[in-house]
C-alpha cells in the first residue's frame, strides 16, 4: 500500500506530467482501469436509498457516483473527473472524452494528443499545483449545486472516506 500511495502523490502533479508524462499517463490509465474493474461499494447504493433530495459534492476522480445511478445534474465533482481529457498546455477550452485503455502505453506516441497543437492530453483532474486544470465542467456542476442549495432550508452533509493519504 505504501508503494501505491507513493506513487499517488508522485504523479499526481503537473510536474510529473510535464516531466514524466509517460509514467504519469500510466499512473492515471493504472488509476482508470482499476475503478472500472471495482464496482462501487454498497455505501453508494445505501447513501441512495435515503429517498432524500441529495447532491453529491465529491472530491473522488472515479465516477463511481455516476456508476451507482446518481443523477448527473447533481454531482458536483470539485477535482474533475477521470472521463474526460484536456490539452496539457490549454491551447483550446475543447474537452474530449477519455480514451478507452487496455493496458498500459509503452511509449508516449500512444497517448493522446491534442489535435490542435499536438501536446499530450491530460486528465481532466485537478491536481498538486495545478495551474492549467480546465473548470468548465466543475464550474458548471457548482453553478448547479448552488442552485440547488439556495432553494434548501436546511442542508445536511455527510464527509465519508477522505482517508489520511492527502
Known amino acids: 500500500c505504501s508503494a501505491e500511495k ?4 508522485k504523479f499526481s502533479s503537473c510536474a510529473a506530467l510535464q516531466e514524466r508524462p509517460l509514467e504519469a ?8 482501469i482499476k475503478y472500472s474493474q471495482v464496482p462501487p461499494h454498497r ?3 445505501d447513501l ?24 448527473t445534474d447533481k454531482i458536483y465533482e470539485i477535482h474533475g473527473n477521470l472521463e474526460y481529457i484536456q490539452c496539457s498546455r490549454h491551447c ?3 474537452i474530449q472524452p477519455m480514451p478507452t485503455f487496455t493496458g498500459e502505453l509503452g511509449s ?11 501536446s499530450v492530453m491530460r486528465p481532466v483532474v485537478m491536481m498538486f499545483n ?3 486544470f480546465d473548470d468548465q465542467i466543475v ?14 432550508k436546511n442542508i445536511v452533509g455527510i464527509e465519508i472516506g477522505a482517508g489520511t493519504y492527502v
Not at 508516449?108 to 499536438?118: F, S
Open 6 to 9: 507513493d506513487n499517488f502523490i
Open 25 to 32: 499517463w500510466n499512473f492515471y490509465i493504472s488509476r482508470l
Open 43 to 45: 455505501g453508494y447504493f
Open 48 to 71: 441512495k436509498n435515503l429517498n432524500k433530495d441529495i447532491f453529491v459534492v465529491t472530491s473522488n476522480v472515479d465516477g463511481h457516483f455516476k456508476a451507482s445511478g446518481y443523477p
Open 92 to 94: 483550446t477550452d475543447d
Open 108 to 118: 508516449l506516441k500512444e497517448a493522446p494528443h491534442c489535435p490542435h497543437c499536438d
Open 130 to 132: 495545478d495551474y492549467a
Open 139 to 152: 464550474s458548471k456542476q457548482s453553478d448547479k449545486f448552488w442552485a440547488w442549495a439556495t432553494t434548501k
